[in-house]
């Protein structure tokens, strides 16, 4: 595998700190986009072994920290959903100009619901994989409900989210909750794969289901059964990569290999 680390512009100009990853030994069968969770960063483990399985199987893979997070300028209060969604338009326009255009984009927890809004906005993708995602933006405020009185009172708080502290503004909370996942969903034109623990304590499985059900053909659904919501354990991000790999190659086999 080749690894690299490399920059592009968002749409407000920041810098964001990105990798690719491309077979070694291979041009790419296609590309890969791949946003991660809700104030997570390209780093997550899960997200490391996820990319590396698809990169295994032919498919180079862009992962980046949104604004504001790990090593991407901006500041994180001054962004939201439509940002994060911003910004992986503006990533698959660096893969258009620099590589290939992705064909598959691939979103973790809230960054699932990204992906779908994104999905929509870049007319090259034709395969779409959530894993353990909400059914809709909003849910993550079950996140923040220690804070939301503050936030509407206030119009801000510092909120604790996963051992971390981060300052939360009201246009956030105004912005998931404009957010339709269901006729967004029903708007899809990619393929769809559905990917969802039903042991997940974050964010319930009756959230795949409202997904999978929203969703037209061609959709799939694969249970990721005993995993927990981060994919902590290894092998379990690494299935979720192989499976993602063997499912989205029936959408980009077709195409003519990538140039490096």
């Excluded at 690299?4 to 700190?17: H, Q, S, T, V, Y």
């Excluded at 399985?53 to 862009?62: N, Y």
């Excluded at 910004?87 to 973790?108: C, K, M, R, V, W």
């Amino acid at each position: 595998m080749i690894s690299k680390k490399i920059k592009f512009f968002n749409a407000n100009g920041f810098e964001l700190a990105a990798r690719i990853e491309l077979p070694k030994k291979e041009k790419p069968k296609g590309f890969a986009l791949f946003a991660h969770c809700f104030t997570c960063n390209k780093n997550l483990t899960a997200v490391r072994n996820i990319g590396r399985a698809l990169t295994s199987h032919g498919i180079g893979v862009l992962r980046f920290d949104f604004t504001g997070l790990g090593e991407s300028e901006g500041d994180f209060v001054d962004t939201n959903f439509s940002s994060n969604v911003e910004d992986l338009i503006s990533a698959a326009q660096f893969l258009e100009q620099n590589y290939t255009a992705p064909e598959i984009i691939i979103g973790h927890s809230l960054g699932g619901a990204a992906v779908v809004f994104a999905a929509n906005q870049i007319p090259t993708i034709k395969a779409v994989a959530t894993i353990g995602a909400p059914s809709n933006p909003k849910h993550v405020s079950h996140l923040l409900k220690s804070g939301i009185d503050k936030i509407n009172v206030n119009g801000e708080a510092i909120i604790e989210i996963g051992g971390r502290e981060f300052k939360i503004q009201k246009h956030f909370l105004d912005d998931i909750n404009e957010k339709n996942m269901d006729k967004t969903l029903k708007n899809l034109k990619s393929a769809l794969l559905v990917l969802h623990s039903p042991q997940d304590i974050t964010v319930g499985i009756e959230n795949a289901a409202q997904i999978y059900k929203s969703a037209w053909h061609p959709k799939s659904f694969i249970s990721l059964d005993g995993a927990d919501h981060l994919l902590t354990n290894r092998e379990d991000s690494l299935y979720v990569g192989k499976m993602i790999a063997n499912w989205s190659e029936r959408y980009i086999k077709n195409q003519k290999p990538s140039v490096q």
